[in-house]
């Protein structure tokens, strides 16, 4: 295989970690429903499938999230806690920041919302170092749909193996995979970092 061109990174699980029950015990506090109530609210509905596709905007999500779960504060208070689930994960930042000392682009590749992004760009200096975002409420696509994809090699201008593609869901590498792509899963930043180096770019 070619040394890929471009690396692109999913977010979630591989350059921060998420924990959704943290927004369910902060909401809880001001809603009719329990910590666990709101958590499965918000992971099992398709509620936050039309917010991250774009169905929704940021005004009619919490406007749906006040009418199932009973929530009283203010939107602004709303979007505080529902963004503050991220820590950043380390050992992935700095492979990022190693594969970027090497001269090759990079993007950030991902399922998300206005509300995430606006909260990690803030709070996580690494979000600025990268060439492209790719983000599925912006495309109107989550993966493993081919559009959210095609948009990927669309912005970057590369096909196929000049990509490698690091991803925590298996669903979403296989697709990358099916469009030859050269991808990674990610369940380790060791076995990263190991399947970065074996492509020549560390």
């Known amino acids: 295989m070619p040394i890929p061109a471009i690396v692109a990174f999913d977010l979630g699980k591989v350059l921060v970690d998420f924990d959704y ?3 369910g015990r902060r909401l809880a506090a001001q809603a009719n429903l329990s910590p666990a109530e709101i958590q499965k609210f918000l992971d099992h509905s398709p509620l936050l499938y039309r917010y991250e596709t ?26 505080a806690v529902f963004a503050d689930i991220f820590t950043e994960m380390p050992a992935m930042t700095a492979l990022h920041t190693v594969v970027r000392q090497r001269g090759v682009p990079t993007y950030i590749f991902s399922n998300t919302n206005d509300i995430a ?15 492209g975002y790719i983000f599925s409420y912006e495309v109107g696509a989550m993966k493993p749909a081919a559009k959210i994809y095609e948009a990927l090699e669309t912005m970057s201008g590369k096909r196929g193996a000049e990509i490698l593609y690091l991803d925590d869901r298996q669903e979403n590498v ?9 991808v990674v899963l990610q369940t380790d ?12 770019l560390l």
């Open 189 to 200: 930043p060791e076995l990263s970092r190991a399947a970065i180096a074996s492509v020549g």
């Open 54 to 79: 774009g169905l929704l905007t940021r005004t009619e999500f919490f406007r749906e999230v006040c009418q199932g779960t009973g929530y009283r504060g203010t939107i602004t208070e709303f979007a």
């Open 21 to 23: 029950s943290i927004a």
């Open 174 to 182: 296989d697709a990358g995979a099916a469009r030859g792509w050269q």
């Open 117 to 131: 992004v606006e909260h990690i760009r803030r709070n996580f200096p690494f979000f600025a170092g990268f060439d």
